[in-house]
């Protein structure tokens, strides 16, 4: 049951920022439009940042679902645009309110987990620490990031697909050169 309250504070977060900016939106006006109590928001969550810092977690577990190896990592890559797109209102709105580093803490969740599904799969059975798995997944996490967010701050206008098929290109075979160059220093 704890979850269904998150899940509607999540929808009436979404839904109210349709209206008004985040700064605007009070618990009062989320507990009122899902019919819960203060008290009940409170057990859940410490504030509204806290609220939309969870709502962004949920969307990025959705959005990759298990798209994380070598052969489908671009087809995650589309995933994660899509999920920004699809909660466009939601991503515009906490961009541009005093919280956009929750919108890059996100992304760069989203990123690296896709990315370090990728290097772990190419790093069998090849001598390279875990720092340097880390430092190749947050390299490349930060590269899709500032694509992203500049995708974002021109207001998602611009055809992701093909910026995701220009990242691909830029990336063929750059992260399994990224491993072999760690592992032959």
């Not at 349709?18 to 410490?46: E, V, W």
């Not at 949920?58 to 679902?65: G, K, V």
């Not at 992203?148 to 021109?154: A, G, S, T, V």
Request: with cysteine.
């Amino acid at each position: 049951m704890p979850n269904m309250t998150k899940y509607a504070l999540e929808a009436s977060l979404k839904k109210l920022l349709l209206q008004k900016p985040l700064d605007k939106i009070t618990i009062n006006d989320l507990t009122s439009d899902c019919g819960i109590s203060r008290m009940a928001f409170y057990y859940h969550f410490k504030d509204i940042y806290d609220l939309t810092e969870w709502v962004c977690r949920e969307d990025a577990a959705r959005a990759l679902q298990g798209k994380k190896t070598y052969d489908n990592w671009q087809e995650g890559l589309l995933q994660i645009f899509e999920a920004v797109l699809e909660n466009k209102p939601f991503i515009l709105n906490v961009y541009h309110s005093v919280s956009r580093e929750q919108i890059e803490n996100y992304l760069f969740e989203l990123t690296y987990h896709l990315i370090m599904g990728v290097v772990e799969e190419k790093s069998v059975g090849i001598e390279i620490t875990e720092e340097e798995k880390d430092f190749i997944a947050n390299f490349y996490k930060y590269s899709f990031v500032g694509i992203m967010l500049d995708w974002i701050k021109r207001g998602m206008k611009d055809n992701y697909q093909e910026i995701a098929e220009k990242i691909a290109v830029t990336l063929k075979g750059n992260v399994a050169n990224s491993i072999h160059n760690f592992a032959d220093r």
